[in-house]
């Protein structure tokens, strides 16, 4: 076959029923084009790429894809297979890159794995056009997934893991990325910055609407790029990250520890770059978009497809452990300004995979990193600039505003935080109480409820119902008088304030943060009363080494005189307990999949059972009858049915901790086949969440 039948076949053959397959494949090249104006890479591969993208349906030439586009066929053999060996004939890329190119197309719809269409090249399954056989992909395909499995492309060609990766990904997030765009009718405008500039400009316009200009410190940023800084809460840290964007950024691609802070940053954002700007993604990104009625936006928010995106950490971490489409996750990275918010707010485990991720990102994606936090321990400062980062504002420059600041006094109690329920109750304008515990948080607020009455006290932790969790993450930022009983989950990024604090102990860097939700604009005296919890197993749950460390170090923050008293507090802290991080830096976990392309089903475990404690998601005992009964009906269902009873299920579901599921734990194969989550048989309330109910279980 000549190149111009090729041509004549593909403006014959349709790639949907509206569009024939040369004008999709102009398309996605067209756009792969332009997306290569704006990323960092190397241009002598650009006519290597976009063929690829241009000849990545070949498959679709086959008779059974163009009956199954007429209706005539339910199912047809995957065009991604059926394609490989056409393309191939039309390549002409100097190798390894044919290679590459050649296995993207192959894995455009699904991810490399050791089985990968090994049915088909069973079957020997052959493209098929206009009645004749066009050609006999088997070998070809069986050739290209043993070999790049295989390391060939390292042994034969000297490259490094990473640098196959990278290049892999460059590959394959262009040609999916294309092939999305030209599918959806969307633009290159729609998923790039057309320059960094923008990003400056929106963030000075909103900080001019709220009456403010940017700081001596802000200003000073301006377009640097990546690299790290501390600010005190409430300087404007999220401002000054995005300042920093410059102007060769494809994106932003902001990142934070939890939903709730991701849920009010993407709220934010919205409001300073306009919805069409932003994409978002966490855990719960389903019921999110069904709130907004835009549940057909999933793959969209899912991979970054827009210019700004706003996510919990692992979202992006998921890229780079090859979770199923990782090449377009990671290839939003590049050229990106990747922002991590509260740095300091990881376990050592999940330190060590965001440490070599922004060594990777920043190698061969040629990210700009920026990493910032209030409380920035020395130790992750040196850590840090080993994997390349830089100060984009010298400690020095901004240290003065540390010294100038002392938002709360701290008295040290030695007795248990229940002691302080009468003094609690006295207490007026808005305080905030924080239990290490669900179980004592939930006991001390019944207690308090008993005391100042209903809709005064409110309670807030993780073991509630999706549906109830967010009624209460909207509640926390809205309570101007009263008090809020809550866990850890009030720590990070949150932009609340309050007038004073009762909290157990904790370690340094943790209570910190929980400062940080007193006195946030500094326009009062804050106090906060420190209590220590009592019994055998008071340090959960957090490492008994870390509390115990942190527990010597209370009685200096009475004496602190100003917030570089609560820096130099903390550094002390993290030198005692660094040698826990280090350890983990030195596994070099990440490095399991960064030297691979293949999928790996692990990512999601790995991230929510690490270092932590591992909870499951199930529905509890008052919903659970109802939630087997949709199981077990799916298959007469709706497809609108069907929408309402998953929702259903993931509004009554909550993450329980293993050591209570064990006891208490409900199996429905209908519920579990189908949703993937557990019964559990216990008790709940929609204001107080789940209830253990066998005596002496404590609930984090």
Same mark, same amino acid.
């Given at each position: 076959?000549?190149?111009?039948?090729?041509?004549?076949?593909?403006?014959?053959?349709?790639?949907?029923?509206?569009?024939?397959?040369?004008?999709?494949?102009?398309?996605?090249?067209?756009?792969?084009?332009?997306?290569?104006?704006?990323?960092?890479?190397?241009?002598?591969?650009?006519?290597?790429?976009? $063929?690829?993208?241009? @000849?990545?349906?070949?498959?679709?030439?086959?008779? #059974?894809?163009?009956?199954? +586009? =007429? *209706? %005539?066929?339910?199912?047809?053999?995957?065009?991604?297979?059926?394609?490989?060996?056409?393309?191939?004939?039309?390549?002409?890329?100097?190798?390894?890159?044919?290679?590459?190119?050649?296995?993207?197309?192959?894995?455009?719809?699904?991810?490399?794995?050791?089985?990968?269409?090994?049915?088909?090249?069973?079957?020997?399954?052959?493209?098929?056009?206009?009645?004749?056989?066009?050609?006999?992909?088997?070998?070809?395909?069986?050739?290209?997934?043993?070999?790049?499995?295989?390391?060939?492309?390292?042994?034969?060609?000297?490259?490094?893991?990473?640098?196959?990766?990278?290049?892999?990904?460059?590959?394959?997030?262009?040609?999916?990325?294309?092939?999305?765009?030209?599918?959806?009718?969307?633009?290159? $405008?729609?998923?790039? @910055?057309?320059?960094?500039?923008?990003?400056?400009? #929106?963030?000075?316009?909103? +900080? =001019? *609407? %709220?009456?403010?200009?940017?700081?001596?410190?802000?200003?000073?940023?301006?377009?640097?790029?990546?690299?790290?800084?501390?600010?005190?809460?409430?300087?404007?840290?999220?401002?000054?990250?995005?300042?920093?964007?410059?102007?060769?950024?494809?994106?932003?691609?902001?990142?934070?520890?939890?939903?709730?802070?991701?849920?009010?940053?993407?709220?934010?954002?919205?409001?300073?770059?306009?919805?069409?700007?932003?994409?978002?993604?966490?855990?719960?990104?389903?019921?999110?978009?069904?709130?907004?009625?835009?549940?057909?936006?999933?793959?969209?928010?899912?991979?970054?497809?827009?210019?700004?995106?706003?996510?919990?950490?692992?979202?992006?971490?998921?890229?780079?452990?090859?979770?199923?489409?990782?090449?377009?996750?990671?290839?939003?990275?590049?050229?990106?300004?990747?922002?991590?918010?509260?740095?300091?707010?990881?376990?050592?485990?999940?330190?060590?995979?965001?440490?070599?991720?922004?060594?990777?990102?920043?190698?061969?994606?040629?990210?700009?990193?920026?990493?910032?936090?209030?409380?920035?321990?020395?130790?992750?400062?040196?850590?840090?600039?080993?994997?390349?980062?830089?100060?984009?504002?010298?400690?020095?420059?901004?240290?003065?505003?540390?010294?100038?600041?002392?938002?709360?006094?701290?008295?040290?109690?030695?007795?248990?935080?229940?002691?302080?329920?009468?003094?609690?109750?006295?207490?007026?304008?808005?305080?905030?109480?924080?239990?290490?515990?669900?179980?004592?948080?939930?006991?001390?607020?019944?207690?308090?409820?008993?005391?100042?009455?209903?809709?005064?006290?409110?309670?807030?932790?993780?073991?509630?119902?999706?549906?109830?969790?967010?009624?209460?993450?909207?509640?926390?930022?809205?309570?101007?008088?009263?008090?809020?009983?809550?866990?850890?989950?009030?720590?990070?990024?949150?932009?609340?304030?309050?007038?004073?604090?009762?909290?157990?102990?904790?370690?340094?860097?943790?209570?910190?943060?929980?400062?940080?939700?007193?006195?946030?604009?500094?326009?009062?005296?804050?106090?906060?009363?420190?209590?220590?919890?009592?019994?055998?197993?008071?340090?959960?749950?957090?490492?008994?080494?870390?509390?115990?460390?942190?527990?010597?170090?209370?009685?200096?923050?009475?004496?602190?005189?100003?917030?570089?008293?609560?820096?130099?507090?903390?550094?002390?802290?993290?030198?005692?307990?660094?040698?826990?991080?280090?350890?983990?830096?030195?596994?070099?976990?990440?490095?399991?999949?960064?030297?691979?392309?293949?999928?790996?089903?692990?990512?999601?475990?790995?991230?929510?059972?690490?270092?932590?404690?591992?909870?499951?998601?199930?529905?509890?005992?008052?919903?659970?009858?109802?939630?087997?009964?949709?199981?077990?009906?799916?298959?007469?269902?709706?497809?609108?049915?069907?929408?309402?009873?998953?929702?259903?299920?993931?509004?009554?579901?909550?993450?329980?901790?293993?050591?209570?599921?064990?006891?208490?734990?409900?199996?429905?194969?209908?519920?579990?086949?189908?949703?993937?989550?557990?019964?559990?048989?216990?008790?709940?309330?929609?204001?107080?969440?789940?209830?253990?109910?066998?005596?002496?279980?404590?609930?984090?």
């Amino acid at each position: 076959m000549e190149w111009n039948e090729l041509i004549e076949l593909m403006k014959r053959k349709r790639a949907k029923s509206d569009r024939s397959l040369h004008q999709h494949s102009a398309g996605a090249q067209a756009i792969a084009r332009e997306l290569l104006k704006r990323i960092p890479h190397d241009p002598s591969l650009d006519e290597c790429l976009t $063929k690829h993208v241009f @000849l990545h349906d070949a498959g679709k030439l086959d008779d #059974r894809f163009q009956a199954k +586009l =007429e *209706g %005539k066929l339910k199912r047809a053999p995957p065009h991604a297979y059926l394609g490989v060996e056409v393309a191939s004939r039309f390549l002409g890329c100097e190798e390894p890159y044919r290679t590459v190119a050649l296995i993207s197309i192959l894995t455009h719809h699904s991810d490399l794995h050791e089985s990968l269409y090994r049915n088909e090249i069973a079957r020997g399954e052959k493209l098929i056009v206009d009645g004749e056989v066009l050609s006999e992909p088997s070998t070809l395909a069986r050739d290209l997934r043993v070999a790049v499995m295989g390391g060939d492309l390292e042994d034969d060609y000297g490259m490094n893991p990473l640098e196959a990766r990278a290049i892999y990904t460059l590959f394959n997030g262009l040609l999916r990325v294309s092939d999305w765009l030209d599918s959806a009718g969307l633009s290159v $405008k729609s998923y790039h @910055l057309d320059s960094g500039r923008e990003v400056r400009e #929106r963030i000075i316009e909103y +900080l =001019e *609407g %709220k009456g403010f200009s940017p700081r001596a410190y802000q200003t000073a940023v301006l377009g640097k790029g990546g690299g790290y800084f501390r600010l005190p809460t409430g300087d404007g840290k999220t401002e000054t990250s995005l300042l920093a964007t410059p102007n060769s950024a494809t994106k932003v691609v902001y990142s934070l520890p939890t939903i709730t802070t991701t849920e009010a940053m993407r709220k934010r954002f919205e409001e300073t770059f306009g919805r069409e700007l932003v994409s978002f993604a966490h855990s719960m990104l389903f019921l999110s978009l069904y709130y907004r009625g835009s549940l057909d936006e999933k793959l969209i928010h899912r991979y970054a497809m827009k210019p700004i995106f706003v996510s919990t950490v692992d979202q992006v971490l998921l890229a780079f452990l090859n979770y199923p489409r990782f090449p377009v996750r990671e290839f939003a990275l590049r050229g990106a300004h990747w922002i991590i918010d509260e740095v300091h707010a990881y376990t050592p485990f999940t330190l060590s995979l965001i440490m070599d991720a922004i060594e990777y990102a920043i190698k061969y994606l040629r990210t700009h990193v920026t990493v910032m936090s209030a409380t920035l321990p020395s130790p992750m400062v040196e850590e840090l600039e080993k994997r390349g980062l830089k100060p984009l504002l010298p400690f020095d420059s901004i240290s003065k505003r540390y010294r100038s600041r002392k938002r709360v006094d701290v008295v040290v109690r030695d007795e248990p935080l229940e002691n302080a329920v009468d003094e609690i109750v006295e207490e007026m304008g808005k305080t905030l109480v924080v239990a290490n515990t669900v179980t004592r948080a939930r006991r001390i607020y019944e207690d308090l409820k008993n005391r100042v009455g209903k809709g005064k006290v409110h309670l807030f932790h993780s073991r509630f119902i999706n549906a109830d969790k967010r009624k209460k993450m909207e509640l926390v930022g809205t309570i101007e008088e009263g008090v809020l009983v809550a866990t850890q989950v009030v720590e990070v990024s949150l932009d609340i304030d309050y007038d004073a604090m009762y909290t157990e102990a904790a370690p340094i860097d943790a209570l910190i943060q929980r400062f940080g939700r007193v006195n946030r604009r500094g326009a009062k005296k804050g106090r906060v009363y420190l209590f220590e919890p009592e019994g055998k197993r008071k340090h959960l749950p957090y490492d008994k080494e870390v509390f115990n460390a942190s527990l010597n170090l209370l009685g200096e923050l009475e004496a602190m005189g100003s917030e570089l008293d609560l820096l130099n507090i903390n550094d002390r802290f993290y030198s005692k307990v660094w040698g826990r991080y280090e350890r983990k830096f030195a596994e070099r976990p990440l490095f399991r999949t960064l030297k691979t392309v293949n999928r790996w089903r692990g990512s999601e475990g790995w991230l929510s059972t690490r270092d932590t404690f591992i909870s499951l998601p199930a529905i509890p005992r008052p919903y659970l009858e109802r939630a087997v009964e949709l199981a077990a009906e799916w298959e007469k269902l709706t497809e609108r049915e069907r929408l309402k009873a998953t929702v259903y299920i993931v509004e009554h579901t909550l993450n329980v901790p293993i050591w209570i599921l064990e006891e208490n734990k409900v199996n429905n194969e209908d519920l579990y086949t189908r949703f993937g989550v557990l019964g559990v048989d216990l008790e709940y309330d929609p204001t107080i969440g789940l209830r253990e109910e066998k005596p002496g279980t404590v609930m984090f």
